[in-house]
C-alpha cells in the first residue's frame, strides 16, 4: 500500500464536520420492514448495500447524511429498554438520507431486531419506535480494501462515474483526484451524489486515485497507485489497493473518552 499524507487547514476540516462523531447521542429509531428500502436509498449503492454488515442498514438524518459524505459511515445503536434489549446494541452501515427528523435513523428490521435479547426481538418490533443513544464507530472489514465501482452510465473515453464501497475507519471522503498511471497531472472528480463521484475530464490508459479523507479535524491524501485497468468495464468492481483505518480525534471534550456503562 502507497500513500502519502498531506495535513490541511482547520478550517476545511471543520467544515467538512458538523457533528461530533464520538459523542453519545439521544434519540428514537424507528424500522423499516424491508431493507431494499434503505439499499436503494440517497447513498446510490442498490442491492450492493444489503450485503453491507449482514443488512444492519440505516437511513440518518441530514446532519449524519452530510450531502452524501456520510454514507458508509458505521454507527453502534442502543435501545434503553432494558427489559428488551441489550447493552451492546448493534453496529448500523449509513446507507440512505432519513426525512423524518422525529428520528435521527430508520433502521432495517433485521438491525432493529439486533438490539434486542435472545428470543425478544419480535417483541422489540412490535414497539416499532424505541428510545435509543448511539455513536459513531469505526468501520471494519477483514481482508477487505476499499473497492471502485464503475456505474453503468460511464461512457469511455468521454466520462467516467464510480462508487466507492467498503470503505473503513471512521472517515469521510472530501475530496478525490484521478490521473493516468504514471502521470502527475492531476485532475478533480466531482462529487456527484451519495458514494458517487464522477469525471467529464477523463485520462487514457490505467488510472490511478488520490483521496482526500478526513477523521474529526485529521485530513490527509491517501494515493491509491492503480485502481482502474486501461480496459475498466462498467458495471464491474475494482479492488483499489488501499484501506482508510483512522479514528476521529475531534476536539468534543468530554466526549473524546466518554465510554457506555
Known amino acids: 500500500m502507497a500513500f502519502f499524507v498531506c495535513f490541511f487547514s482547520l478550517f476545511l476540516l471543520v467544515s467538512s464536520s458538523t457533528t461530533c462523531d464520538r459523542c453519545v447521542h439521544q434519540t428514537k429509531v424507528a424500522y423499516f420492514s424491508k431493507a431494499s428500502a434503505l439499499s436503494s436509498g440517497a447513498c446510490g449503492y442498490g442491492s450492493l448495500a444489503l ?4 443488512g444492519h442498514l440505516a437511513g440518518g438524518v441530514a446532519s449524519l447524511y452530510k450531502d452524501g459524505a456520510g454514507c458508509g459511515a458505521c454507527f453502534q445503536i442502543r435501545c434503553k429498554n432494558t427489559s428488551h434489549c ?11 438520507l432519513n426525512r423524518n427528523n422525529q428520528t435521527d435513523f430508520v433502521v432495517s428490521s433485521r438491525a432493529f431486531m439486533a438490539m434486542a435479547q435472545k428470543g425478544m426481538g419480535q417483541d422489540l418490533l412490535k414497539l416499532g419506535i ?70 467529464s475530464r477523463l485520462p487514457l490508459g490505467a488510472l490511478q486515485l488520490r483521496f482526500v479523507i478526513t477523521a474529526g479535524y485529521d485530513g490527509k491524501y491517501i494515493w491509491a497507485q492503480h485502481v482502474l485497468p486501461a480496459d475498466w468495464k462498467s458495471g464491474v468492481i475494482y479492488d483499489s489497493g488501499v484501506q482508510f483505518t483512522d479514528i476521529a480525534q475531534e476536539g468534543c471534550s468530554p466526549c473524546d473518552d466518554e465510554t457506555w456503562k
Not at 51 to 54: A, I, R, T, V, W
Not at 159 to 180: C, H, N, P, R, S
Open 130 to 199: 424505541v428510545d435509543v443513544e448511539y455513536k459513531r464507530v469505526p468501520c471494519q472489514y477483514k481482508n477487505q480494501n476499499l473497492a471502485v465501482r464503475v456505474e453503468e452510465s460511464s461512457q469511455k473515453p468521454n466520462y467516467l462515474a464510480v462508487k466507492f464501497l467498503y470503505q473503513g475507519g471512521q472517515t469521510e471522503i472530501v475530496g478525490v483526484d484521478v490521473a493516468q498511471v504514471g502521470s502527475s497531472n492531476w485532475g478533480f472528480m466531482s462529487h456527484n451524489y451519495g458514494a458517487v463521484w464522477d469525471t
Open 51 to 54: 450485503g453491507f454488515n449482514s
Open 86 to 96: 441489550t447493552k451492546e446494541g448493534t453496529i448500523v452501515t449509513l446507507t440512505d
